[in-house]
């Protein structure tokens, strides 16, 4: 959806790399589809216990916060500790997206790096 847009940053170039990541277990997307169709979604890296999310998009009304609502449940039941949304929007902080403060933010990061989360496995913690 980004990529077909006239103007994108998401170039040949900008794709071919995240398939390499994803190829190698570290992107991931979520996707929502309606009807068949893909509606929205996220893509973004993973690594240790840190998912940093790159992209977001929608071609129907609230399918991208599906896909962050499914994001955000995935990464807890696994066990992340940090989702890296790269900015802080109305839209995010509606879902309880806050900024911190650098230093803290270095400090979550090097936490979340030393554990062992997998995004593509089964979920670590039991379903309610």
């Known amino acids: 959806a980004c990529s077909d847009r006239d103007e994108t940053w998401i170039t040949d170039d900008i794709i071919g790399s995240y398939v390499a990541l994803h190829r190698l277990g570290f992107a991931h997307s979520v996707e929502t589809w309606q009807d068949g169709a893909l509606v929205g979604g996220l893509y973004g890296v993973a690594m240790g216990g840190a998912f940093f999310g790159e992209s977001m998009f929608h071609t129907v009304s609230d399918a991208s916060k599906v896909a962050l ?39 979550r990061l090097a936490a979340a790096l030393t554990l062992t989360c997998r995004f593509d496995e089964p979920s670590t913690t039991p379903s309610s």
Do not use: K, N, S
């Not at 990464?75 to 997206?97: C, K, Y």
């Open 69 to 107: 609502v499914a994001l955000v449940e995935r990464l807890r039941a696994r066990g992340f500790v940090l989702l890296d949304t790269q900015w802080v929007t109305p839209h995010l902080t509606q879902f309880g997206g806050i900024e911190i403060p650098r230093a803290e933010y270095f400090d």
